[in-house]
């Protein structure tokens, strides 16, 4: 197809930045048909900035909150999915934030961001315009990517000295913990913390409660797993293969979660994610 643009990259964080960051995703795309995506819920907040084109979000996990056309848009952990649409034209540097980094990146806590979308503005002031102008000047992918880290790196650099910037060494310990799938109970006498104690302290640092984070951690290495046996041709591993390996009971399970998080059963989800790839979405803004 004439004047079709479809450019997609990614780089973990450097090692420096890695404790606060996962990685960077590049997308940029033009002259393709209309899209509709499902942002999914995940283990990382979600930072995007825009380059040529605003991030359209349709509906947010917050049904609450109004749809809106953001610039750049910093995204709490959340359990439902958000829909992002565009037009035929998408482009942005999208980065996934560890939710413990939130007080020392973003200056609160990840619970007060907890399924909302915000301005990034709102959250940076006049710094993240000065850093979206750099990317738009920047030639390529690995140089914008570097452009992020950079700014993120200041940042931390500023505020990691404040005392209120670090959560608690018990919250850090639960997280490593119940992502590795650790049960709730045993996490919090490890701790040293009741259960409810736990929970009231990762709901405010976090933004899920833990049981959910568990359970939002195992959904999103299941859906990976998905998708990536999907991408091979004649994979022996099915559905029900991949929920057992994962630790889900069995394939009604995984569909309650799938229903939950995803919007739809894995089957059908898996229908329209791979529907979307071959049509020119699935990367990009995938929150």
């Given at each position: 197809?004439?004047?079709?643009?479809?450019?997609?990259?990614?780089?973990?964080?450097?090692?420096?930045?890695?404790?606060?960051?996962?990685?960077?995703?590049?997308?940029?795309?033009?002259?393709?048909?209309?899209?509709?995506?499902?942002?999914?819920?995940?283990?990382?907040?979600?930072?995007?900035?825009?380059?040529?084109?605003?991030?359209?979000?349709?509906?947010?996990?917050?049904?609450?909150?109004?749809?809106?056309?953001?610039?750049?848009?910093?995204?709490?952990?959340?359990?439902?999915?958000?829909?992002?649409?565009?037009?035929?034209?998408?482009?942005?540097?999208?980065?996934?934030?560890?939710?413990?980094?939130?007080r020392a990146v973003l200056?609160?806590?990840?619970?007060?961001?907890?399924?909302?979308?915000?301005?990034?503005?709102?959250?940076?002031?006049?710094?993240?315009?000065?850093?979206?102008?750099?990317?738009?000047?920047?030639?390529?992918?690995?140089?914008?990517?570097?452009?992020?880290?950079?700014?993120?790196?200041?940042?931390?650099?500023?505020?990691?000295?404040?005392?209120?910037?670090?959560?608690?060494?018990?919250?850090?310990?639960?997280?490593?913990?119940?992502?590795?799938?650790?049960r709730v109970e045993a996490?919090?006498?490890?701790?040293?913390?009741?259960?409810?104690?736990?929970?009231?302290?990762?709901?405010?640092?976090?933004?899920?409660?833990?049981?959910?984070?568990?359970?939002?951690?195992?959904?999103?290495?299941?859906?990976?797993?998905?998708?990536?046996?999907?991408?091979?041709?004649?994979?022996?591993?099915?559905?029900?293969?991949?929920?057992?390996?994962?630790?889900?009971?069995?394939?009604?399970?995984?569909?309650?979660?799938?229903?939950?998080?995803?919007?739809?059963?894995?089957?059908?989800?898996?229908?329209?994610?791979?529907?979307?790839?071959?049509?020119?979405?699935?990367?990009?803004?995938?929150?």
């Open positions: 197809m004439a004047g079709v643009v479809r450019e997609f990259a990614r780089r973990p964080a450097a090692p420096a930045l890695r404790p606060w960051v996962a990685g960077f995703s590049g997308y940029r795309e033009a002259g393709v048909g209309p899209v509709r995506h499902r942002g999914l819920p995940s283990p990382w907040m979600t930072l995007v900035l825009t380059l040529d084109d605003p991030l359209v979000v349709a509906q947010h996990p917050d049904p609450g909150q109004p749809g809106g056309s953001f610039d750049a848009l910093v995204g709490g952990l959340h359990r439902r999915p958000a829909l992002i649409v565009h037009d035929g034209r998408q482009s942005g540097v999208q980065v996934a934030l560890h939710p413990l980094a939130a200056g609160v806590p990840a619970g007060e961001l907890a399924s909302v979308d915000a301005d990034a503005d709102a959250v940076f002031g006049a710094e993240v315009d000065r850093v979206r102008e750099q990317l738009l000047a920047a030639p390529d992918w690995p140089t914008r990517f570097a452009v992020v880290e950079d700014w993120l790196a200041g940042r931390l650099a500023r505020e990691a000295t404040a005392v209120a910037a670090a959560p608690a060494p018990e919250v850090v310990r639960a997280w490593a913990l119940l992502r590795r799938g650790v996490v919090a006498r490890h701790v040293g913390w009741s259960a409810r104690h736990l929970s009231g302290r990762f709901r405010t640092e976090v933004g899920l409660s833990p049981s959910t984070l568990a359970r939002v951690s195992r959904f999103d290495r299941t859906r990976q797993a998905l998708q990536a046996s999907q991408a091979v041709p004649a994979s022996p591993r099915t559905i029900a293969d991949v929920a057992a390996e994962h630790g889900y009971a069995d394939h009604a399970h995984l569909d309650r979660d799938f229903r939950e998080f995803a919007g739809a059963p894995p089957r059908r989800w898996l229908a329209e994610e791979f529907r979307s790839v071959q049509d020119g979405d699935g990367a990009g803004a995938a929150r």
